[in-house]
């Protein structure tokens, strides 16, 4: 009896820790729940979806979160389901954060947790690891319960987990083919205080000729960091987009922003403030990240990152 209660202590606290990760990463409106679209960007990474797809992947994998881990809480049809299904899923996280840091280093977040609780990938690595060797132990004593009680919540379980992400955070289907068709801003962006006053590197005049897409960037805002992550994707995917990164901050914070964007190939400089006048507030106005897609000086669209679209970009550039 013993035994059999601290087999169903150790499954509940798996369940939990299921429950946080899909909780933390899944965008849902309460505290302690980090935007989705870090994890969404991460499909269209590694390959494995393109922009309109990774969306539905992401809150797919969301809700099987949600219900491995309400089975495990409530030691439902464990052996049939929960615990195959829970060991597939962390062998599945385990190659990723394998390849990540083949690829990466071991650096920056994860993301297993959003952005609430930050881990390296090779602490991820142990805690999917340790919490595979407890299923494995589990699948092997413990079968939990599984008779028409346990039939009828499972099927209200699965359900309801792979349809609350979509619930509380609808897949915009639409955004990005419209974006562009907002009315143009048209209004010249002064790049002389750029080239007076940036630091670090020396902005190319190249700037104020042809097509342009100025990314100003402040090195601790979180929605920065998410739209460095998006726009390194798109670089990846098509390096010829003419990206630059304006950025702002302590130059101390400079190496945890790149550690966790990997965007340090993109071009970029530095534009600290001023004094009478904020240079990087006069340029990028107060709204951060901001996105300027410039056409010889001229802002003809400020996009939300979003709103980010890299068809609609390549689309612009070719006009």
Not at 42 to 69: C, K, M, S, Y
Not at 235 to 263: A, D, S
């Amino acid at each position: 009896m013993f035994k059999k209660i601290i087999f169903i202590i150790f499954c509940a606290l798996l369940g939990f820790v299921f429950l946080v990760s899909g909780f933390t990463k899944g965008g849902f409106p309460f505290s302690f729940s980090s935007p989705i679209e870090p994890f969404e960007y991460t499909f269209v990474d590694l390959g494995i979806g393109n922009w309109q797809l990774a969306p539905f992947i992401a809150r797919l994998l969301i809700g099987l979160e949600f219900f491995i881990g309400l089975l495990l809480i409530f030691n439902i049809k464990l052996k049939k389901v929960a615990y195959k299904l829970g060991i597939f899923t962390l062998t599945i996280f385990c190659i990723y954060l394998i390849l990540l840091m083949m690829f990466s280093g071991n650096k920056g977040n994860c993301g297993c947790f959003g952005q609430v609780f930050v881990m390296t990938p090779f602490w991820a690595l142990i805690k999917n690891i340790g919490m595979l060797l407890i299923l494995v132990v589990l699948y092997k004593f413990h079968a939990g319960w599984d008779n028409k009680i346990a039939t009828v919540f499972f099927w209200v379980t699965l359900v309801s987990s792979l349809a609350l992400p979509f619930i509380w955070n609808p897949v915009e289907l639409s955004y990005s083919e419209a974006y562009l068709n907002k009315p143009d801003n048209n209004y010249k962006i002064e790049l002389d205080s750029l080239y007076a006053h940036a630091s670090l590197n020396a902005p190319p005049k190249s700037l104020s000729q042809g097509k342009q897409i100025i990314v100003f960037l402040s090195l601790t805002c979180p929605h920065c960091r998410i739209a460095a992550n998006k726009i390194r994707i798109i670089h990846k995917r098509n390096p010829n987009i003419p990206f630059y990164f304006v950025l702002n901050g302590n130059i101390k914070n400079l190496t945890p922003f790149f550690e966790n964007t990997h965007t340090e190939d993109i071009p970029h400089c530095m534009l600290v403030g001023g004094k009478p006048i904020n240079y990087f507030v006069y340029l990028a106005g107060t709204n951060m990240p901001a996105i300027y897609m410039v056409n010889n000086s001229v802002v003809e669209h400020d996009v939300n990152y979003i709103d980010l679209d890299q068809g609609e970009i390549e689309k612009w550039l070719a006009k």
